[in-house]
């Protein structure tokens, strides 16, 4: 499912624009706060919900080439993360939903169980 679709479907505020691809795909999410298990477990192209805002985001979101940050129960990401989402190309999104209540409408769309 394109990331542009899922955005529209689940009403995810776009934070960042003017300065990303949304019509990538999205094959899953992740929902992690700590950043090495994200780095252990996230797959490329998943959707990762979070409430860390840090510029440390994405750096993961970069490095494992994740579909893009959602920042959970109205998180706002920081300025600096602003400004590397911006070089890195990650797109950034904000919702007031909960981790638990955004993974189930992912679901509901087709993001669901993968191969381990």
Known sequence: MELKEIAESIQLILLNEAEVDLEGKIKGCYIGDLLSNVMAHAQAGDLWLTVQTHQNVVAVAQLLNLGGIVFVEGHLPQEE??????????PLFSTK?????LAGKLYQRGLGKRKS
Do not use: D, F, H, L
């Open 81 to 90: 993360t602003m400004v590397k989402a911006k070089q890195e190309k990650i």
């Open 97 to 101: 939903e909960s981790a638990y209540n």
